[in-house]
């Protein structure tokens, strides 16, 4: 009978030490914190950045402030992150004469202007709004 009660307690043991790890391994205490303390907006944009990977907060700023919910935007990550449209509930554009283009994560050779940089077609845009290396631009009427 002794055996027994031994064998339980080992299986306890060992399914607590396993429930402890995958604990861990998930990393399920800060993540349900989050779930608790933090908005939406804060969490999306922990994960996919405000200027940086994805650029979501970027994004999610632009385009509250300058109401563009309903525009045609063509999205391009110069960091070769995916630019995630499923994200921002757009349809990929990959049209050059949207009324907006977002570029997302530039990376400027020597500190050179992004209009004398590697995307020519900018000639026909106008900054409206800048953070670091996100861009927000509106075509030239």
Not at 78 to 92: G, I
Not at 104 to 111: K, R, V
């Amino acid at each position: 009978m002794k055996s027994l009660d031994r064998n339980k307690i080992k299986i306890i043991f060992f399914f607590i030490i396993i429930s402890l790890i995958v604990l861990k391994f998930f990393n399920t205490p800060y993540n349900f914190y989050s779930l608790l303390n933090w908005n939406y907006e804060k969490r999306m944009e922990q994960n996919y950045g405000f200027c940086e990977n994805e650029s979501w907060g970027f994004y999610n700023f632009a385009s509250k402030k300058f109401d563009l919910e309903k525009e045609e935007i063509n999205l391009i990550n110069d960091q070769n992150f995916v630019t995630p449209e499923r994200l921002f509930n757009k349809t990929k554009t990959d049209s050059k004469k949207t009324k907006f283009l977002m570029i997302l994560n530039y990376q400027s050779q020597n500190d050179e202007n992004i209009f004398n940089g590697k995307y020519d077609f900018l000639s026909n845009y106008k900054i409206k709004i800048k953070y670091n290396n996100c861009y927000l631009f509106e075509l030239n009427d």
